[in-house]
């Protein structure tokens, strides 16, 4: 990460938007090795392929690295071959912008795989009260500014829950969540706040007379101190809700199965955190996960379409996958046939290359 050390950046979560994340230098032991990095959100399903593949076939165990979805992207269109990532997984789809970043340095060829969907929770300490949070409680809390009833906008005022919404409790607004270069922030702020401003009339208004204002108004969090960047790094955040117990966390369903004994999750909208409420779109803050494959490095990295064909296999992802035990939402039948099919051209691809 010499890129981060020379401009006085110790970690993702501090990373500006138009930096460029160089990949760790490649020994030659990693170098046929399938390169993947992306979203934290998706790594544990990427890591548990990974071992997988490396423990049944004859290539390698790929290397999974966390950088964030937006940060995966910034790698992952740096360069084609080998010593470079083959594979960005993602908590969103990918941006126009990072399509001509991968563009400009000559990689045209990415295909998008879906590999199934989550649900991003907010989450407290198992011994903290129960939350019934709405959309528009999350906006009203966490936005930098909020109108003002006069036509104009004033710095976001509220200091406490109950003051947002006088069935919350009366605790401090603190909440752990990902930096912006994570997917999941940008699901949350897409899905949460853009969504639960409508419900203020000064907001809708704003949407239909401005859309880009809008949306800059809903996206952009306050930093005074009510929302703390915990870079990308979920098990920090359920670390830091065990140690205030009043916090909030935002991560992915995946964590809150993993440590159920430890945390919990609100209701949103009146909806209770489930499978099945994420899996039937119910749940107002369900996502589709994927995985982008650069094509053009098929014939260069060894096991390439064959880690692909595994991540998309009914082993994997299937209704009785290994990946549900890692809390993955399955495909529908019909979806995930898709995803085996287009993992199969790509083997076809690759073997005519």
């Not at 992802?317 to 399955?330: A, C, N, R, T, V």
Request: glycine content about 10%; aromatic content about 6%; hydrophobic content about 40%.
């Amino acid at each position: 990460m010499a890129c981060l050390v020379a401009c006085g950046k110790t970690d993702l979560s501090e990373l500006e938007t138009g930096d460029v994340i160089l990949p760790p230098p490649v020994d030659r032991e990693d170098a046929q090795k399938i390169r993947v990095v992306g979203s934290s959100t998706v790594a544990p399903f990427a890591t548990t392929v990974a071992e997988r593949f490396g423990a049944t076939t004859r290539y390698p165990t790929p290397i999974v690295e966390t950088t964030g979805t937006g940060g995966g992207f910034k790698t992952f269109c740096q360069r084609i071959g080998p010593n470079h990532p083959s594979i960005a997984d993602a908590s969103r789809p990918v941006h126009e912008s990072e399509t001509a970043l991968c563009a400009s340095n000559g990689i045209t060829d990415i295909t998008a795989l879906s590999i199934g969907f989550d649900g991003i929770v907010l989450a407290n300490a198992r011994e903290a009260p129960p939350l019934d949070l709405r959309k528009v409680d999350l906006y009203r809390a966490l936005a930098a500014e909020l109108p003002d009833g006069q036509g104009g906008f004033i710095a976001n005022p509220y200091k406490s829950w109950i003051e947002v919404n006088p069935n919350l409790p009366d605790e401090q607004i603190m909440v752990f969540g990902p930096p912006p270069t994570s997917g999941t922030r940008d699901a949350f702020v897409e899905l949460g706040m853009e969504q639960g401003a409508l419900a203020i009339p000064d907001m809708a208004a704003l949407q239909s007379a401005d859309p880009d204002a809008y949306k800059l108004r809903t996206h952009t969090i306050r930093t005074d101190g009510a929302w703390i960047d915990m870079g990308e790094n979920d098990t920090a955040v359920i670390q830091s809700l065990i140690k205030t117990p009043t916090a909030i966390g935002v991560l992915g369903y995946s964590f809150l199965e993993q440590n159920g004994d430890r945390v919990k999750a609100a209701h949103l909208d009146g909806v209770a955190v489930t499978f099945e409420a994420i899996a039937s779109g119910n749940y107002g803050l369900s996502r589709s996960m994927y995985i982008y494959v650069k094509d053009q490095n098929l014939p260069l990295v060894p096991g390439l379409s064959e880690f692909i064909t595994e991540f998309v296999s009914d082993r994997a992802m299937g209704p009785d996958g290994y990946l549900l035990e890692k809390g993955l939402i399955p495909l529908k039948v019909e979806d995930r046939l898709a995803q085996q099919e287009i993992a199969e051209q790509l083997a076809n691809r690759g073997a005519r290359r």
